[in-house]
């Protein structure tokens, strides 16, 4: 579901003084804003700033538990910017470490090279390719 499909119009509708919820949409194939418990935007990549990497353990058992995907990790942070699937532009993809996240292997978000924890960053881009922080 998207709520407003102009980008113009998203960008007047996210409060830039509040936090977002940005998570992996596999059916879209996107990335999911929310703010304040609503759905805002579907992005191809979206940049965010203070950023804050949670996992429910709840729902990760309940994930593995019925072998069924559902939302229960994601990011927190404010939106720099980010990229509707329908305009043409890109963002530059910024320089910084890998993130991933792989419920069968890890209850947390991880490096992509050390697998150490990652609870925070100070940036994170997310696009078609992953996840980079920094």
Not at 59 to 81: I, P, Q, S, W
Not at 85 to 106: N, Q
Request: net charge positive; proline share 4%; charged share 30%.
């Amino acid at each position: 579901m998207r709520a407003i499909l102009n980008p113009d119009v998203l960008r007047q509708v996210i409060d830039q003084t509040k936090p977002v919820r940005v998570f992996k949409n596999w059916k879209l194939g996107c990335y999911n804003i929310m703010q304040d418990g609503k759905l805002l935007a579907s992005a191809r990549q979206v940049r965010l700033s203070g950023v804050e990497f949670l996992v429910r353990e709840s729902g990760r058992k309940r994930m593995l538990e019925r072998g069924r995907r559902n939302v229960h990790a994601y990011a927190v942070g404010r939106l720099v910017d980010f990229v509707h699937p329908e305009e043409p532009r890109e963002l530059g993809r910024m320089a910084g470490r890998g993130i991933v996240y792989h419920p069968y292997r890890f209850a947390c978000f991880v490096d992509d090279e050390t697998q150490n924890p990652i609870t925070c960053a100070d940036f994170a881009h997310f696009d078609e390719s992953g996840v980079v922080y920094s």
